[in-house]
């Protein structure tokens, strides 16, 4: 019985010795999974110059696209932020973070596809200011604005364990109308 224990030993020590050497390749994780992309949703902005509300706009979204030829899939923890500048008024700039984190919710990004986030924007600068107080729109009642040039980049994060990105820099330009009654 003990010379049965010890020939299954030795087989075994035997063939683990003789086993196969070859090793896996290692493993080159992509570098670039995700490029971020702005998309305008509206370029014409009507102003109320006799309302004191606060006013919140969709202006543009921001967009996440996977370059990665498999698809991307995880619990949401988006966050982005922004940088938006005028272009003829370089110091009339607003900062913009966005963050939606959501264990429960999955988001799913096919190769070659593109996620879509709505970016809220009140129109104001970072000291608080309305853009078109900053620039001085004419008011105009017959539905013609000024048109103001913008720059917008910043950084993008999608999920928890894909890097954030930087945007390349997107420009737009929005037309403001600005109405004595409303």
Not at 73 to 78: K, L, P, T
Not at 93 to 110: M, V
Not at 161 to 167: A, D, E, F, K, L
Request: proline share 5%; charged share 25%; hydrophobic share 40%.
């Amino acid at each position: 019985m003990k010379s049965w224990i010890f020939t299954l030993i030795t087989f075994t020590i035997c063939m683990s010795l003789l086993s196969c050497e070859e090793k896996l390749p290692t493993r080159n994780e992509p570098e670039n999974l995700i490029t971020g992309a702005f998309r305008l949703n509206a370029n014409r902005i009507n102003v109320c110059a006799s309302s004191s509300s606060p006013m919140v706009y969709k202006a543009f979204s921001v967009g996440i696209k996977n370059i990665f030829d498999e698809t991307l899939q995880n619990s949401m923890r988006i966050s982005v932020d922004l940088t938006l500048w005028t272009k003829y008024w370089p110091d009339v700039k607003r900062n913009i973070h966005f963050e939606e984190i959501d264990p429960n919710e999955i988001i799913t990004i096919d190769p070659g596809t593109t996620y879509w986030i709505d970016i809220e924007w009140d129109h104001k600068d970072n000291d608080g200011n309305y853009i078109w107080d900053a620039v001085k729109p004419p008011v105009n009642l017959s539905k013609w604005g000024d048109e103001i040039e913008f720059y917008v980049s910043g950084t993008i994060q999608v999920f928890s364990n894909v890097q954030s990105i930087p945007t390349e820099e997107f420009e737009f330009t929005l037309l403001y109308v600005l109405n004595e009654k409303c």
